[in-house]
């Protein structure tokens, strides 16, 4: 079904009207896998993939939550059933944007409640107060900015005044300090290459005058852009080397490596 998310991103013009929106979530995809990304990376997660989101980067590997979402929508009870079918007590709620919808929170209470470890990723745009063990921010930099020489990667989705607005609500400081209060954070950046890190820094500077909650180097963490094991040949060696040179750590995207662009994983 598709899921027509207004420019706000919150995938409600398209709420059928026998769906409770307070307890329902638009679901792309259900999967167990590793944690490919961050402080986790490795462990073995369910991961819960809403569709809709208030964003559209260029570079965004699931482009059939955002560009063009889709999904199925699926009360919560039922999300909860579907992931204590899967192996293991790690859950990753992702999307598209899973902040956009009121029901992630109860989703991730739910899962808290029945004894999951919780992560969120998110953009950090929208503040949600839930049962989350780590709020995994990934702020969105300029270059993920979808322009005409930079159009959106795995489709052929129209601009259609998406520049601007993603770059208008890209970065909400008061949101990611709020985050950074309320929950363990990592900032996990998608890097493109060099140009990128005097707005990483600026970024992190900014975030640090906002909220007197340490952020820490430690917390800080620098990905490679890449849907695609070949694109990442190019891309890691230069972030690995970034990270290095300014003291953040480096995460790999374990899932590309080991299992490229295959769905589900
Ligand atoms: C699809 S997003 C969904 C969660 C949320 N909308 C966000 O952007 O954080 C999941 C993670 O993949 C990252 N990501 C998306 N496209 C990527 C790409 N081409 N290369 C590296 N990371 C990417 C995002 O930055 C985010 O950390
Ligand atoms: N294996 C695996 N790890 C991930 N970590 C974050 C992901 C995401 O799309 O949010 C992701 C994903 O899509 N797959
Ligand atoms: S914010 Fe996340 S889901 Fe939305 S377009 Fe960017 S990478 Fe994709
Ligand atoms: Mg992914």
Redesign the pocket.
Same mark, same amino acid.
């Given at each position: 079904m598709p899921v027509n998310a207004d420019a706000a991103g919150e995938a409600d013009t398209s709420v059928p009207t026998e769906v409770d929106a307070s307890e329902a979530l638009p679901i792309n995809e259900l999967f167990h896998?590793?944690?490919? *990304?961050g402080k986790l990376a490795g462990v073995p997660s369910t991961?819960v993939r809403t569709a809709g989101c208030n964003l559209r980067c260029w570079f965004c590997?699931?482009y059939h939550t955002s560009w063009e979402p889709t999904g199925a929508w699926r009360g919560v009870d039922d999300i909860v059933d579907a992931v204590a079918e899967r192996p293991g007590d790690h859950v990753?709620l /992702?999307g598209g944007e899973p902040t956009v919808h009121e029901a992630s929170a109860d989703l991730l209470d739910r899962l808290s409640a029945r004894g999951y470890h919780t992560t969120v *990723?998110t953009n950090g745009t929208v503040f949600r107060d839930a049962a989350i063990d780590l709020a995994s921010l990934s702020p969105k930099l300029a270059s993920s900015t979808p322009t005409p020489d930079r159009p959106p990667v795995g489709g052929d989705a129209d601009l259609d005044g998406w520049t601007e607005r993603h770059e208008e609500r890209r970065l909400d400081y008061d949101v990611l300090a709020r985050y950074v209060e309320t929950y363990p954070v990592q900032l996990k950046f998608v890097v493109t290459g060099p140009d990128d890190m005097p707005e990483i820094e600026r970024v992190v500077d900014r975030l640090r005058e906002t909220t007197s909650t340490p952020v820490r180097d430690a917390d800080v963490l620098l990905m490679p852009e890449g849907t695609t094991r070949e694109r990442l040949e190019s891309t890691r060696r230069v972030v690995a080397d970034l990270a290095l040179e300014h003291g953040y750590r480096y995460t790999p995207r374990?899932?590309v490596d080991v299992w490229n662009d295959a769905p589900g /994983?």
């Open positions: 896998s590793l944690q490919g *990304e991961f590997d699931s990753v /992702t *990723e374990v899932h /994983t």
